[in-house]
């Protein structure tokens, strides 16, 4: 039988402008911003180096993930080959990383683990996330859902199916439109 999957739950703006606010107060205010600006999966946010935003061209190039395996974090490509893709960055967010990058300039990750330095482990991410959510009062979401409520506004901002699509990585606009519409 089919796989039914779990039932999407997106923030509203205002559940979002609080949860940016707490988020800022937690140091990890860069980190949530471009999610919800982008809509990139958890891993791969974290696995994210400077090296792969494009300040003059305002791009980020998404070619990896990180995730946990046997109690090591392993970088790989993402999803499907879809997933890799060039992503053009609002000016304001570009400014907002250039910034970020100023308070670590010789780490290579782009948002390293605040006590180690290396890169973020995606359980203490998703620890962090689920802290925030509950600083605000908001029910609970999951942190894939964030990535559902970028896809949401843009669809209801005017974002054309197609390019929805491709930002996110789908294989398919049709895979879009049947989940977000």
């Not at 919800?36 to 993930?65: H, I, P, Q």
């Amino acid at each position: 039988p089919p796989i039914k999957g779990r039932e999407m739950q997106v923030l509203t703006q205002e559940e979002m402008r609080r949860f940016l606010i707490q988020a800022k107060a937690e140091g990890m205010y860069e980190l949530f911003l471009l999610e919800l600006t982008t809509g990139m999966r958890r891993g791969e946010l974290l696995a994210l180096l400077w090296k792969d935003l494009n300040v003059k061209n305002r791009t980020l190039s998404v070619t990896k993930s990180v995730c946990r395996i046997d109690h090591q974090l392993v970088v790989s490509q993402p999803k499907t080959k879809n997933s890799l893709r060039l992503l053009t960055l609002p000016e304001s967010t570009v400014q907002i990383l250039v910034e970020e990058h100023e308070k670590h300039p010789d780490n290579p990750y782009m948002f390293p683990s605040p006590k180690t330095g290396e890169m973020l482990d995606p359980a203490s991410f998703r620890a962090m996330h689920d802290r925030i959510l509950e600083a605000i009062g908001a029910e609970h979401v999951r942190f894939h859902d964030m990535r559902h409520t970028f896809a949401t506004l843009a669809l209801k901002n005017g974002v054309d199916v197609r390019t929805l699509s491709e930002m996110l990585g789908h294989y398919s606009a049709g895979f879009t439109l049947s989940t977000y519409v």
